[in-house]
């Protein structure tokens, strides 16, 4: 059970559960796991409380959050409608929510890195890159590569209020380009002080950025290079290919407390399959890399990247 919930990630006994039987005969296929038919049957057939009974105590506590950095934009709100939950039921792969988690450290101090990470309604489909500050034109432009990066088309794009976001650059790209023959996309925004409307990408924020780089402070280009190639090259594959996500598709009354129902959790890669909307110039490598690669092996990777990350050539202090 150890090396099936190393190589998942350490993710909840809900969603670990459900996603043995996948994980199971990868990890044997790679000789990473050695385990008889009887064992096997074991652990596939397991409840999830017996799941949980056996991570329980191999669980480590979660570091505090801290203050967001982000400041709300005061431009063009009239013109971004707000939106709330209709995307989801729409429930077709193309419509992100995005969001900046900030890299700042202790001291908010000239300039910092950011990462800029969007998330897909439908498919839980998540794409994170690093920029270095805040600014308008480099946020756009890390958007256009995650346009480029998506393995299907971007519909629609929601973002909170900061003014990173809500200004005219990203109004002039969601318009389009006919020239290039990027059509339209649709730029919605969701209420102020409601950061629940953006709840998605908030989980992600923590999940799949601050659980693994953590609150310390980022601010030189070799970390800027370092975490972009961390990003691409090996969380990209792990968490889109690998790590399983569920969907709430109902929720019942049980006595004082409504039940929720989640569908059977699977990857973003096989939602986006299912879906029907896979460019197939695009999804060819990932599929290739699931056959090919193992989950605890891109796992072991990612670990010592992440205990190889660059110092910072000074110490910020305080203004």
């Known amino acids: 059970m150890k090396v099936a919930w190393e190589a998942a990630g350490y993710i909840c006994s809900e969603r670990l559960q459900p996603f043995l039987p996948d994980l199971i005969p990868l990890l044997k296929r790679h000789r990473q796991l050695d385990i008889d038919e009887t064992t096997e049957t074991l652990l596939v057939t397991a409840s999830v409380s017996t799941v949980e009974r056996n991570v329980a105590q191999l669980r480590r506590g979660l570091v505090s959050r801290k203050m967001s950095q982000t400041k709300p934009g005061s431009l063009l709100r009239k013109q971004i409608p707000v939106i709330v939950g209709h995307w989801k039921e729409i429930d077709k792969p193309g419509y992100l929510e995005v969001d900046l988690v900030s890299h700042s450290g202790e001291f908010a101090v000239e300039e910092w890195i950011w990462t800029l990470c969007a998330t897909d309604l439908s498919t839980g489909w998540?794409?994170?890159?690093?920029?270095?500050?805040?600014g308008r034109i480099a946020v756009v432009a890390a958007l256009d590569r995650i346009y480029g990066q998506l393995p299907f088309p971007l519909l629609g794009?929601?973002?909170?209020?900061?003014?990173?976001?809500?200004?005219?650059?990203l109004v002039k790209y969601?318009?389009?380009?006919?020239?290039?023959?990027?059509?339209?996309i649709i730029l919605s925004r969701s209420r102020p002080h409601h950061k629940n409307d953006n709840a998605h990408v908030e989980q992600k924020n923590w999940t799949l950025v601050r659980r693994l780089i953590g609150y310390q402070r980022l601010d030189i280009l070799e970390q800027?290079?370092?975490?972009?190639?961390?990003?691409?090259?090996?969380?990209?594959?792990?968490?889109?290919?690998?790590?399983?996500?569920?969907?709430?598709?109902?929720?019942?009354?049980?006595?004082?407390r409504p039940r929720k129902i989640y569908d059977r959790p699977i990857s973003?890669?096989?939602?986006?399959?299912?879906?029907?909307?896979?460019d197939p110039n695009k999804i060819g490598d990932l599929i290739e890399l699931y056959t090919a690669?193992?989950?605890?092996t891109l796992k072991r990777k990612i670990d010592r990247r992440l205990a190889a990350m660059p110092s910072a050539l000074e110490v910020k202090a305080s203004a």
């Open 157 to 169: 794009i929601h973002p909170d209020n900061g003014s990173e976001f809500i200004n005219y650059h």
């Open 268 to 278: 973003p890669l096989k939602r986006v399959l299912n879906s029907g909307a896979a």
């Open 126 to 134: 998540t794409e994170r890159l690093p920029v270095m500050g805040r």
């Open 174 to 184: 969601c318009g389009g380009d006919a020239e290039g023959g990027r059509p339209p």
């Open 293 to 296: 690669v193992s989950p605890l």
């Open 224 to 256: 800027l290079a370092w975490l972009d190639a961390l990003y691409t090259e090996l969380l990209r594959p792990y968490n889109n290919c690998f790590q399983p996500v569920m969907k709430l598709i109902d929720k019942e009354s049980a006595g004082q």
